[in-house]
């Protein structure tokens, strides 16, 4: 195997890790979004899916506001609860205006940076930036963004022949699907500002 093949397994086993620890909303998982984050980082640069380099570098900054947040949000719960947080319209709406004009913005950059699937990348990151931005806001419904980014961004994976993270972002894909139910069973809504 070649180095790039090794990073995009340590990529997967670390983002697997990941995602069972968001599921059961624990801390550590900000910790391991970091190492993730890097490594897919790299291994998206390889491909020339700069939207994927700089959603994964994203990451690795948002690993470290989450913790923040998660670790004080963490307390006004019991051990096992879920903490949420209600989605405002506000929110909402701001997120839908991010969502559609950075889209557009990132589809025309991709394409004069030579991205190799720049529809596909620029989707995926855009969904993605605000189901991470909802997540560390421990909002149920990032869950659901996450079902529908991870199945764009497997079918950029494929796409431009990155087998292992297609393989790790399938799996997200049901992992999200879990997680839903997961957080709305066990969730409780506070609301600490």
Known sequence: MQLTEWI??????????YVLLEILQ???????????????????????????????????VMSVVGLIRWTKDSAAVEEGQIHL????????????LLYLVGSLVLIW???????????????ATML?????????ESHLQQWLLWIVADVL?????????????????LAYVFSAVY????????GIVVNLR
């Open 179 to 186: 997680g839903y139910y997961h957080w709305k069973k066990n």
């Open 85 to 96: 947080r209600p989605l405002s319209r506000k929110t909402a709406l701001w997120s839908v």
């Open 8 to 17: 995009e397994l340590f990529a997967m086993v670390t983002g697997v890790l």
């Open 153 to 169: 961004t497997t079918a950029l994976c494929l796409v431009t022949g990155q087998y292992w993270l297609s393989v790790l972002y």
């Open 109 to 123: 950059l991709f394409r004069r940076f030579g991205d190799e699937a720049p529809e596909l990348d620029a989707l």
């Open 26 to 60: 624990k801390n550590a998982m900000w910790v391991v979004g970091i190492a993730t984050g890097a490594a897919c980082a790299y291994s998206f640069s390889i491909q020339h899916s700069w939207g994927m380099v700089g959603l994964n570098l994203y990451y690795v």
């Open 128 to 136: 993605s930036v605000i189901a991470t931005w909802w997540l560390a």
